[in-house]
Nanobody, 124 residues
Framework: VQLQASGGGLVQPGDSLRLSCTAS????????LGWFRQAPGKEREIVAT????????YYLDSVKGRFTISRDNAKNTMYLQMNSLKPDDTAVYYC??????????????????WGQGTLVTVSS
């Protein structure tokens, strides 16, 4: 499946952004999905995951209560709603899809399909 991420930009601390990731080539219904991010000089880290049904989600501790991952299988799209953004959230955000079935697929090496990344910059 091919993934296309969008929605990044430059925002101020406390602002909100919604990232989108649209799939083509195959339906997302059979995939577990995730959002990762990579800040300058740091390793890629998992931000959030969601199961195939959308019924269960996992969040990185530092984004709990601020970020929400969701999916719309009918639109073949996943989202990451980011509220109360902080400078530490600055990173390139990547969407990813995996055939692994689990309540939370945490590791990048388990994901076979990746979007190109969208830059989120939080700065005053």
């Amino acid at each position: 499946v091919q993934l296309q991420a969008s929605g990044g930009g430059l925002v101020q601390p406390g602002d909100s952004l919604r990232l989108s990731c649209t799939a083509s080539g195959q339906s997302l219904r059979s995939y577990s999905l995730g959002w990762f991010r990579q800040a300058p000089g740091k390793e890629r880290e998992i931000v959030a995951t969601v199961t195939r049904s959308g019924g269960r989600a996992y969040y990185l501790d530092s984004v709990k209560g601020r970020f929400t991952i969701s999916r719309d299988n009918a639109k073949n799209t996943m989202y990451l709603q980011m509220n109360s953004l902080k400078p530490d959230d600055t990173a390139v955000y990547y969407c990813a899809a995996t055939n692994v079935v689990a309540s939370a697929v945490m590791f990048a090496e388990h994901y076979g399909s990746w979007g190109q990344g969208t830059l989120v910059t939080v700065s005053s």
